[in-house]
């Protein structure tokens, strides 16, 4: 793979952060008056499909994504409904991004049920699509699996077919089984922003070729969106101080154990257990220090904007359709 005489065009979404859904109008007109291609939304503070409902209104070109909503805090029909709708609000440019979390969170804070991620992944896709079947070609609605079953869709629920098409559906994955499922029924590949070049290119694109040859398909039924967290700024003391955001941010990442893969790939596998438990002690600054430079150059993008750029460009390679910058930067 020879990065620099890579000539793919690279699609840029940027993210939709507001404090308040209602101001995600204004920022996704601001965001679509500069040129990026698209804009995500995440699970964090506020839902993630009410900001894109928002900017739905307020802008014309702009791809819209939840990158991620937690599939397992949600079920098939709310889902299909959400991204229906979504599609149908925007006139065609919502991609449904899922993720499964980690297991803490949907059992303590969801209060949902976790147990075979990779698989119940999986067949809720499948179910998804099932009922977006019922819903845009009149197929009978009878979808029985083994977490999930839809077999009543009465015509009053039926909001027929859709003028603009069915929506994408984007799976997240870190480990190679959930990876594996993006590429065997998903129409897209999230890559977490904690990730390397060799751990993209040792684990993430074998998992996802496997994921595809699995179901008969090839790389064209699967696009790749990545996200990668970039830290620039206009002088070196902004740089520096963006970068040490970064550091913050890598060093979260790092001390969860789902998230130890990539350590491993590069022999840094035992910083995991280490990070983990100042983690639970809250003492944040001392994991930061405990990150080396090298580390921090494998996943972060530093630098002046020109260089970032530069940068960004690289680490997508021709593996990457969509990039998703994660951008600590000065205001």
């Known amino acids: 793979m020879n990065n620099a005489s890579n000539t793919r065009s690279l699609e840029v979404d940027g993210s939709l952060l507001v404090s ?45 994504a939840t990158g991620i909503a937690v599939a397992f805090a949600r079920n098939p029909m709310l889902l299909a409904n959400l991204g229906y709708d979504l599609q149908l609000m925007s006139g065609g ?51 029985r699996g083994r977490f999930y079953t839809h077999t009543l869709m ?31 029924v998903a129409d897209g590949l999230l890559v977490h922003p904690f990730n390397t070049s060799r751990f993209v290119a040792s ?8 994921g595809l040859a699995r179901s008969g398909r090839t790389g064209a039924d699967c ?18 101080r963006n970068l040490a955001l970064a550091r913050g941010q890598v060093a979260f990442y790092a001390s969860t154990p789902a998230y130890r893969p990539v350590l491993d790939c590069h022999g840094w596998g035992d910083l995991q257990p ?32 020109e260089e970032v750029g530069e940068r960004l460009r690289a680490r997508a390679g021709d593996w990457c359709a969509r990039v998703s910058p994660v951008i600590y930067a000065g205001d």
């Open 20 to 64: 308040n859904p209602a101001d995600a109008a204004t920022l996704a007109r601001e965001l679509e008056d500069v040129g990026y291609d698209g804009v995500y939304t995440f699970e964090g503070r506020h839902d993630p499909f009410l900001p894109l409902a928002v900017a739905a209104g307020s802008t014309s070109r702009l791809k819209l």
């Open 93 to 143: 440019r919502f991609m449904l991004g899922l993720g499964s979390q980690i297991r803490p969170h949907i059992e303590k804070r969801f209060s949902a049920t976790w147990s075979h991620p990779a698989a119940r992944m999986h067949e809720m896709v499948r179910a998804i699509r099932a009922i977006w079947a019922c819903w845009q070609d009149g197929t009978p609605l009878d979808f």
């Open 154 to 184: 009465t015509p009053i629920f039926v909001p027929g077919p859709n003028p603009h098409g069915l929506p994408p559906i984007y799976l997240a994955g870190v480990g190679p089984r959930m990876i594996e499922v993006a590429g065997e």
């Open 203 to 210: 684990e993430v694109l074998p998992a996802l070729e496997r």
């Open 274 to 305: 280490r990070l983990n438990a100042l983690s639970k002690e809250g003492k944040w600054v001392e994991m930061s220090a405990l990150l080396s430079d090298e580390l921090l150059d494998e996943v972060v993008i530093h630098g002046s904007p």
């Open 223 to 240: 696009d790749v969106s990545a996200q990668f967290i970039v830290a620039t700024g206009l002088d070196r003391e902004e740089r520096e």
